[in-house]
C-alpha cells in the first residue's frame, strides 16, 4: 500500500513513518521540515520511503495520484504557537486540512485518517467522511 502522511515529520508522524515502513508500505512524507528532518534516524529506505520538502496548502496535486490512503497529521500544534498567529493556524490547519482531504478525494484515495496531537475541535468543518478501514 502506498500511504501519503501529511506532517509525517512531526510528532505523531515521525513515530507512525517507521511503523508504516515496517509493515511493508510504501511512505510519502510531505512536510515544511520546519523543525529539521525527523526521520534522517530511520535511514533512506530507497524505493519505500519519499519526502518532500512541501507546504499542505500548497502541496502538488500530483502527489496524491497513485496513492492508496493519507494520514493526516499536518497542523500547527500546542495553543500557545496558535495563538501566536491565529489566521496562520486556521489557513495551515483547517483550510490546509481540507484542502488535502479533496486533492486526496479527487484521486480516488479511499482511506484517509486524520489525526492530531494538538487540540483539534472544529477541524473537520466542511470536510466529509470518504471511508473508513484500517491501513
Avoid: W
Avoid at 499536518?74 to 496562520?88: K, M, Q, R, T, V
Wanted: proline residues 3%.
Amino acid at each position: 500500500m502506498h500511504v501519503l502522511v501529511t506532517g509525517g515529520a512531526g510528532y505523531i508522524g515521525s513515530t507512525l513513518v517507521p511503523v508504516l515502513l515496517a509493515r511493508g508500505h510504501r511512505v510519502t512524507v510531505v512536510d515544511r521540515f520546519y523543525f529539521g528532518d525527523t526521520l534522517a534516524t530511520i535511514g533512506t529506505h530507497e524505493g519505500t520511503l519519499s519526502r518532500v520538502r512541501a507546504d499542505v496548502r500548497r502541496v502538488d496535486p500530483r502527489m496524491f495520484e497513485g496513492v492508496d490512503g493519507v494520514v493526516d497529521l499536518a497542523g500547527i500544534s500546542n495553543d500557545p504557537a496558535c495563538e501566536l498567529d491565529a489566521e496562520l493556524t486556521r489557513s495551515v490547519n483547517l483550510e490546509g486540512g481540507k484542502r488535502t482531504h479533496r486533492l486526496a478525494h479527487a484521486a480516488g484515495v479511499s482511506r484517509i485518517v486524520f489525526a492530531s496531537s494538538c487540540s483539534v475541535y472544529g477541524h473537520g468543518e466542511g470536510m466529509q467522511l470518504v471511508e473508513t478501514s484500517p491501513l
